[in-house]
């Protein structure tokens, strides 16, 4: 069994997390930290837990919690997670961060959007992205792994497979998201009250969101050469999904069936990967509670775009799931272990 | 007092018109057809109205209903408005359509959109497109009033001053739309099921959704040439409300500021068009159950777009409201009456 | 016109005051106070509301306050309304208090109920319960009313006609009430997250809610011996709306029809007060926005209960729709001035 | 491996049978019957399962289908269960009936709360009550399960602990009952839709809800007298859940943490029964997907009731959980398995 610990175990992320490994068949979760809440037992924090009362949330140092695990998750704000993944590697242990620390080739990028200087430079060149579908070999023998924005992982993996191919082109490309509202967190904000959310949806963080420049990095990396997107995210009334709608250029002459045929051969062998039909479009209450992704795809002749479609969980695929398939990945287990469902539904 | 009449007064949007027109002072409710429902009492069908047991929906033909009333409102399926509108022309009566069976100029539009035959063409050239913000002058003398779809006023209204002001370029102009499911109507359909919505956000008629013409035609009618739209409308997981996202190439040099003034200054007058500060956007919640529509627009400098956001009730802006308005223009009552209310919230 | 001023303009209940004052024929909001947003203009505190940047939301004394109005409404946490009444009470202004902090006659109830000591005793027996379907003459004549609770103006409506006519039978009266979330108001608490409340049923302050004291008080009033109620209140998902259900032993013989009867006549010239139909339901959302309450009954005659069924709008007629009732009460103004409205649907 | 069928799998309830025993170790679905929905694809029924286009839905008798299969489970209108059940029984297979078929003893309390003739009297006998909590020796070496409903579930768990111990009293009980609307099925009907259940709280079948005998026919089996309920179930805006509040009257001196005690003793080795502590009350968003009751309890001596609250999400401990449960008893597994999770949160 991989001991495994979480710091931050009292967010949203952290219970996925928490919910994940539960029953993940190799791992054992050996510790919880979250240190507004240390001292606590876990059901005390998240009602779902209750008969799990012998589960205490702790705070400790962590050069002490690193002592005590084989993989380390740190789901905290930005800025936080610098001093663990710093303990963890001169341990020798390997962490897993679900935020946006280790996500930056250069500091400069994350200080600029993110505003913080970043306390460990030379631990970015050893993280490695955590997107399985598009970095899988170094994943494997990472000790680092960066695991990507929710945003990011849906836009990706639509993105990456079309544009590589030709079929779309990479200048005016537009992201639209919209995502439920567990993305924001637990803490208490006014904007997240029930009463306002419920019947709105709004745009937020318009063409200046942090994921756009993590984005921009991937697809750079993976095409030679600099993409700018305009990415607008949305706040709508759920608790979670994320659908991206991605509207770019469409190269001459190509259809939603030579769309669809490159993302069915580029994902064929993916686990989490759902391309859907044509005329069939993903939605979030599709993929609800899992790790899986759904793709689609129309070509619009008409006005010579494309529009590509992708849903997710933010909390699963979009966070927590996708930590647990690259844990998957760094401890050599099967990549599905634990993931298996699928969306729980209605 | 004006009489006034809707058929099909058992859909949602005749639920609005009958609960604006409740509060109008100067107009009386003489009549409420709906087939399917003929000789229930009004709360039969809509639970909002016990207390008006003497309220009956009837059946009538056209031309008897035409006689009743002043003005006859019809909110009913594609085709079957047309009989009614040429029997209101017949008895030289106003007719206010809330569906789409007079907003096409040309026939072939509606035949090849709609797949229907028209079955009165004659009378498309006496209609005016009832946007009073766009077409004010033209509906005070109309006869035959064709209220707009609820997404082309949301999105005609955020696109017709920035083209004019040719602050924003016509090509590749992208909208991606949310709505409420209000706009599916009441009729049971599966997919439109509590469960089946909730915690649903997804994509439909993707390029294909019927406004597109529509607003198509307004816009080369207000900039004399063509422009196309890439046109994708989602659902989501809320009663009422459109949020309109549009995408469009920035004209050089033009700032958020500019965009937004030239808003302010179009619509200086409009009682109904609320233009937001910078930095803040539109939602759907804020005009919830009003006739209001909020206008925002960020201009991205870094990829060369505008973004702008137009955000209204679909059932009142986007439906009843806007009749009503409508209304008030063709009988020359002032053109706020019994549309003053600010949205209502929480 | 008479004047009016809110204090608490900030919350729920404030803005609703707002809403229907700003269609008030007779009245004119002349301030808005709020201690927290002082300065601010009344859009920066409620997006419902652009378009009206000129109106600030203030803070000043008591005494200040007063001075400029006729009429104030407090809505305001616990306590923090004494100072405002015994300044009006000075003044000989009129005040209307949407808090707890006139409701009861002993100020022993409100302090062991509370936890406060009551500033303002003395002001206890000038008080008057502003439910104007019972106390209508006195509130006539009143300067201090005392708004009634949410849940009390449910279920008073619903138990004091069948109470009185001994179709139904004191000892053992049960009430489960369900409620929308606004009315735990606009401050950020954890529990009142979307993601806390969406797909969550629960009850809270099981048989310790304030409002059991509040309702125990006036049944004694209007039936001269003391009733106990069991009373749980729960959350349920949604913004609007208390759904009350009350069990009471039923009197021998009593049937469905015999309920609803007693309630037809004891509300026959009721504006407000709508009595369904045998078979008929209740439901919050055939009230959302209104000031109506819709009451229904069955007669259970199995096990010798009677099922009493209350809807109405919390934000309306359990507060601030029910403050405006009062308001034209004591001004003189026909009791329904402004509060017209049906149910807004769907 | 066990060859389990599933018969209605168009259904929610069919749905969450899929996604239950996809993950059950010991457990192959053999066949999936929906006759409406014969020859398509299992993604084109539930886009959740987009990836399984080759699991069909097929349509065939009775008899065809208990010959591939070891455990039939029949998900089913009322009435239309019994032809599997006897062809299973003839055939010496397992069944077990998620409706109501098998519930009754007695054919004549069927025949009269269904309005249905029963076809298979004979096999009343046979059945055996599902609910593992209460009658787990018989479920063991059942041929013939009737998996009870979802309020009986949550309801009869409340109950039957306190009522054996004499903490309660069996006299006016009264039962008030919140569900999420899926257990009203995925048939379109204009009630359930999206813009008629969001911001709604209603009663339904007030007093004369069909669990009702079933409720009372366990009571009386379990204590050996006659116990009649009130009860009335509601239906409040969310997908899964209910929470059950009941009424009873207290024995004297019977204090909260007595309750509580009661239930900890005779739930001590359950492994989905959870009993929280005092002043923590059961909510649906707890045991949200998962098979796990949470039950709570308070006494009120003011008013001489105690107050009981259940929790369970109704599609799973509600009906296909719960199945899955009496399969493991059946099949001789751990009881379990695969149903190991908590509660997806939030």
Redesign the interface.
């Known amino acids: 069994m991989v001991r495994v610990g979480i710091v931050g175990a009292s967010g949203?992320t952290g219970?996925e997390l928490i919910?994940l490994f539960?029953?993940h068949p190799e791992a054992k979760i050996c510790l919880l930290a979250a240190r507004t809440h240390a001292g606590k037992s876990l059901p005390e924090v998240?009602?779902?837990?209750?008969?799990?009362e012998d589960e205490k949330l702790i705070a400790a140092s962590p050069e002490e919690l690193v002592r005590e695990v084989d993989v380390l998750f740190t789901a905290l704000p930005a800025g936080e997670a610098i001093s663990y993944a710093r303990a963890a590697w001169q341990a020798g242990k390997k962490l897993i961060d679900l935020g946006a620390d280790f996500r930056f080739r250069e500091a400069s990028i994350y200080e600029r959007w993110y505003g913080l200087s970043h306390g460990a430079p030379e631990l970015l060149r050893e993280a490695v992205y955590g997107l399985p579908e598009l970095y899988r070999d170094r994943i494997k023998t990472a000790r680092l792994v960066a695991n990507p924005g929710c945003y990011p992982t849906a836009v990706l993996l639509a993105l990456v497979p079309l544009l590589k191919a030709g079929q779309i082109l990479p200048e005016?490309i537009?992201v639209?998201a919209?995502s439920?509202?567990?993305g924001a967190g637990?803490?208490?904000?006014?904007e997240?009250?029930?009463?306002?959310?419920?019947?709105?949806?709004?745009?937020?963080n318009?063409?200046v969101h942090r994921h756009t420049p993590e984005m921009e990095q991937i697809l750079q990396d993976k095409l030679g050469k600099e993409v700018?997107?305009?990415f607008?995210p949305?706040l709508?009334?759920?608790?979670?999904?994320i659908?991206a709608?991605i509207?770019a250029?469409l190269a001459p002459g190509v259809t939603t069936e030579d769309l669809l045929a490159t993302y069915r051969e580029y994902y064929r062998e993916e686990p989490f990967v759902?391309v859907?039909p044509a005329g069939?479009?993903?939605?979030?209450?599709?993929?609800?509670?899992?790790n899986?992704v759904?793709l689609g795809a129309?070509a619009?002749g008409?006005?010579?775009?494309a529009?590509l479609?992708a849903a997710l969980d933010n909390l699963v695929k979009g966070a927590a799931g996708q930590a647990v398939q690259n844990f998957n990945l760094i401890c050599g287990f099967p990549e599905t272990m634990g993931l298996?469902?699928?969306?729980?539904?209605?």
Chains 1, 2, 3, 4 share one sequence.
């Not at 998240?46 to 799990?52: A, D, T, V």
């Not at 637990?186 to 006014?190: E, I």
């Not at 709508?236 to 999904?241: E, F, K, L, N, S």
């Not at 979030?284 to 899992?290: A, F, I, L, P, R």
């Open positions: 949203y219970a919910r539960r029953r998240f009602p779902q837990f209750w008969g799990l005016g537009v639209d919209k439920g509202v567990s637990r803490q208490p904000k006014m997240m009250l029930y009463a306002e959310v419920n019947e709105n949806v709004q745009a937020y318009v063409a700018r997107l305009t607008v949305h709508v009334p759920q608790t979670r999904g659908l709608t509207y250029p759902k859907l069939v479009y993903p939605r979030t209450k599709s993929v609800w509670g899992s899986l759904q129309v619009d008409r006005t010579g775009r529009v479609l298996e469902d699928s969306g729980i539904y209605p």
